[in-house]
């Protein structure tokens, strides 16, 4: 299996086809055929850069992951607060939601990780790894600072709002709403800073 960063112009075509397919539809949702109307081209095509649907999503959030890490390492040099940084960081999965109620990559594939090959599922534990790591360290931050009150254990506090903003994207979709991440995350924050 190729690494993300070793794939060709056309397989990134693919993964950007594969990726709106999840985000709308999960991993169950789609097929080759799908993937291949969408880029333009015949299926064996697909098989070429990607023998197996599993090689595909595994590369498609290994790219994922790495391009989050990418937005975490900009929101800490944009912003100087940890709640600033909180705060930038919900506005990573508005951003994703508002685009046609999309919900997160990983957050779909979480939904189905019991029918996700074990390649796929353990590249989706490495992204919730990464993104529960940054916000503990955000949340203590905040608390070292007196910024949040909350005496819960930073890590306890960082699944929470992680949760809370995936849910938030879940249930707007479900309820058709435009209420998303954004708002969740300024209940969740002024919650615990009170």
């Known amino acids: 299996m190729k ?4 794939i060709s112009p056309m397989a990134e075509r693919i993964i950007d086809a594969a990726q709106g397919l999840i985000q709308q539809q999960g991993y169950n949702g789609f097929s080759y055929d799908d993937v291949a109307k969408i880029v ?3 299926k ?6 990607f023998a197996k649907k599993e090689d595909l999503v595994c590369v498609l959030v290994q790219r994922y992951t790495h391009q989050f890490r990418g937005e975490l390492l900009s929101i800490e040099g944009q912003h100087a607060s940890p709640m600033d940084r909180l705060a930038a960081y919900a506005a990573v999965f508005e951003q994703t939601f508002n685009r046609d109620k999309r919900l997160c990559v990983c957050g779909m594939l979480g ?6 090959p074990e390649s796929a599922a353990d590249e989706v534990a490495l992204f919730f790894k990464l993104n ?4 503990s360290r955000m949340i203590g931050d905040a608390q070292t600072a007196g910024l ?8 306890s506090l960082a699944q929470a709002y992680l949760s809370a903003l995936e849910g938030a994207m879940v249930l707007g979709r479900g309820m058709r709403t435009v209420q998303g991440p954004a708002d969740i995350a300024q209940t969740f924050l002024s919650t615990v800073s009170a």
Request: net charge negative; aromatic share 6%; hydrophobic share 35%.
């Open 3 to 6: 690494h993300f960063s070793e």
């Open 111 to 116: 939904a189905e990780s019991d029918s996700l």
């Open 132 to 135: 529960l790591d940054w916000l």
């Open 44 to 49: 064996p095509s697909i098989h070429h850069h």
């Open 40 to 42: 333009g081209i015949k």
């Open 148 to 155: 949040i009150k909350s005496n819960c254990a930073a890590e």
